[in-house]
């Protein structure tokens, strides 16, 4: 997807995302600080980001990536916007009829009576081959 031309990349991006470089050839990915660092332009070069916690609106985080020509000229920029989504497992842990969504008690499972807890059935069957 880089523009002719185009023989390094450098990445930037807010501060919600974290970004990482994995070269070919290479098992750890590069940690990509907020701007200024620039990697070769090869393939089976991957950028790798992700969000940590919710966004506070619609497209609140971007990364932008700047492709450069031999000698470091500026060729063209592509960026992407991003919204973090938060996912929460929200369940009756004490058993009591109401879906809490702070119950102390959905970190950890008792078994009994007196339990408290969440069940989760997971269907692991076949139903399309």
């Given at each position: 997807?880089?523009?002719?031309?185009?023989?390094?990349?450098?990445?930037?991006?807010?501060?919600?995302?974290?970004?990482?470089?994995?070269?070919?050839?290479r098992?750890?990915?590069e940690?990509?600080?907020?701007?200024?660092m620039?990697w070769?332009?090869?393939e089976?070069?991957v950028?790798?980001?992700?969000?940590?916690?919710?966004?506070?609106?619609?497209?609140?985080n971007?990364?932008?990536?700047s492709?450069y020509?031999?000698?470091?000229?500026p060729?063209?920029?592509?960026?992407?916007?991003?919204?973090?989504?938060?996912?929460?497992?929200?369940?009756?842990?004490?058993?009591?009829?109401v879906?809490?969504?702070?119950?102390?008690?959905?970190?950890?499972?008792?078994?009994?009576?007196e339990?408290?807890?969440?069940?989760?059935?997971?269907?692991?069957?076949?139903?399309?081959?």
């Amino acid at each position: 997807a880089a523009p002719a031309g185009a023989v390094a990349f450098g990445v930037k991006h807010t501060d919600g995302v974290s970004v990482d470089v994995l070269l070919r050839g290479r098992a750890e990915p590069e940690a990509v600080p907020g701007a200024g660092m620039r990697w070769p332009l090869d393939e089976g070069t991957v950028l790798r980001f992700s969000m940590s916690r919710a966004s506070s609106e619609v497209n609140d985080n971007k990364v932008t990536v700047s492709f450069y020509a031999e000698g470091g000229k500026p060729i063209n920029q592509a960026g992407v916007f991003l919204t973090g989504v938060g996912i929460s497992l929200d369940v009756d842990a004490d058993q009591d009829g109401v879906v809490e969504k702070n119950n102390p008690n959905k970190a950890s499972w008792a078994w009994g009576p007196e339990g408290h807890g969440a069940i989760l059935l997971v269907s692991c069957d076949k139903e399309f081959p």
